[in-house]
């Protein structure tokens, strides 16, 4: 969903409740992704 057809703020609690109620019989919704941190010092 790209930030175009997000709701307006005062619409997002509403429809942030929503998507929770359609995804809570599939979850728990797991993602695995890879992080990579980079650390050094100059």
């Given amino acids: 969903m790209s ?3 997000l709701p307006a703020a005062e619409a997002r609690p509403a429809f942030t ?3 929770r109620e359609a ?3 599939h979850g728990p ?3 695995r992704v890879r992080v ?5 010092t100059r």
């Avoid at 990579?36 to 050094?40: A, K, S």
């Fill in 3 to 5: 930030p175009a057809q």
């Fill in 36 to 40: 990579r941190i980079l650390t050094g």
């Fill in 17 to 19: 409740e929503s998507v």
């Fill in 23 to 25: 995804v809570a019989p």
């Fill in 29 to 31: 919704l797991r993602e």
